[in-house]
């Protein structure tokens, strides 16, 4: 008995995202931008699978949701090419090449790290990641205050009370909060949209902010980056912000230093910048932690895309959506500032790093050079330095 068409045309669509998200899972460099690029050539220009309206709809959307925006848009490509099996199949092909290789480089890490060639390596990378989350920063401060004075405010109260040491979730949604009350003071109503449940449900509601210990439980490893993947909008790079607080500064599980080169190997490897989580994970509990931070930091993106492309004609019309989003964005903008000043003073201790960082800050401002090729740069000129006796 043959197979009916309907199923042979899913299948060959399912084969057809895996191989697609595979690729660009081991090759998109470059930051969730030109990952999101390489996709509308694909879907979009080459494929066809989609619409430019479409594409710019699903994009439009991910702006609205916490979570890694290159990954959702796999996500919402996959749901729209193939149902919910797309949807699992584009989002998982599109982390699995990331998350392997960064598990091979925590693994390198742990045996290999204090070797004078690691040191070297990461010595010269590190300030060059600085300079390119900089570089993200401006750019995506510009965007996020959209020159308004009341959003400039905004992101600099959040860059001070994050300074000061209030909780993450506090600054963002305290920011989004402010931004909605103070634009829509006019349009204030007692109830919520139900529109807006969906997503209250799809976000795996965060956990609280564990404190007090120092010994490494996988469970709490789930729970915090779940907690991250559920509330972190705008960019990968907030993430450093979360897991300084949490990891860091409250439990002391990794070190600065630890959480700067676990930065300079999300920048340096393809695929989503999340999968920092991979190598946090494995750092404080091998294997075991690596595959539950993973799992834990992408599975709200999942829960959210499935919520949220039934409401994305309402979300592109909703005022409220869109007062709350920049200010959220803006807060996002001040944690990213906090982290990069902090994670600064940790890579650029003396004059070479200075060079460093200075030089690919212009080369990134002047010219749009994939940065994965400076970060290659960086870390050949650290081993370089080192090599001098």
């Not at 990641?129 to 996020?144: K, P």
Request: proline content about 5%.
């Amino acid at each position: 008995m043959s197979e009916p068409p309907e199923a042979t045309r899913e299948r060959r669509r399912l084969w057809e995202l895996a191989t697609l998200f595979l690729r660009l899972g081991a090759t998109a460099f470059g930051g969730p931008a030109a990952h999101v690029s390489m996709m509308h050539d694909e879907v979009v220009t080459r494929r066809r699978w989609m619409g430019e309206q479409e594409f710019l709809d699903l994009l439009g959307a991910t702006n609205l949701i916490p979570g890694p925006n290159s990954t959702e848009m796999a996500i919402h490509v996959g749901l729209a090419r193939a149902r919910w099996r797309g949807l699992v199949v584009a989002g998982t092909s599109f982390i699995l090449p990331a998350m392997l290789i960064v598990l091979a480089l925590a693994w390198a890490y742990v045996e290999y790290g204090s070797t004078p060639a690691v040191e070297g390596l990461l010595y010269g990378i590190e300030p060059v990641v600085i300079a390119i989350v900089f570089q993200a920063l401006v750019q995506l401060g510009r965007t996020a205050t959209k020159r308004s004075p009341l959003l400039v405010v905004v992101g600099l109260a959040a860059l001070g009370s994050y300074v000061a040491g209030v909780n993450e979730l506090v600054v963002l949604f305290g920011a989004g909060l402010v931004v909605l009350l103070v634009r829509g003071a006019g349009r204030l109503r007692p109830t919520v949209s139900p529109a807006l449940v969906p997503l209250v449900s799809a976000g795996l509601l965060p956990a609280a902010a564990v404190s007090g210990t120092v010994s490494v439980e996988l469970w709490r490893l789930f729970l915090l980056f779940r907690k991250c993947g559920a509330v972190i909008y705008g960019s990968g790079y907030v993430l450093f912000a979360f897991i300084e607080g949490d990891l860091v500064d409250r439990l002391g599980w990794i070190t600065q230093q630890q959480l700067v080169d676990a930065l300079a190997v999300g920048q340096m490897t393809p695929g989503p910048v999340f999968t920092t989580a991979t190598f946090v994970g494995y750092l404080v509990g091998g294997v075991g932690g690596a595959l539950l931070a993973t799992l834990a930091i992408f599975l709200p993106g999942f829960a959210f895309v499935a919520a949220l492309q039934p409401l994305v004609r309402w979300m592109r019309r909703s005022t409220w959506a869109a007062d709350l989003l920049d200010g959220v964005n803006a807060g996002a903008v001040g944690l990213m500032a906090g982290v990069t000043w902090q994670l600064g003073r940790e890579a650029i201790v003396d004059v070479p790093t200075v060079l460093l960082a200075l030089a690919a800050a212009a080369v990134l401002f002047r010219w749009k050079v994939n940065s994965g090729w400076l970060v290659l740069a960086g870390g050949a000129i650290g081993l370089a330095v080192h090599a001098i006796p």
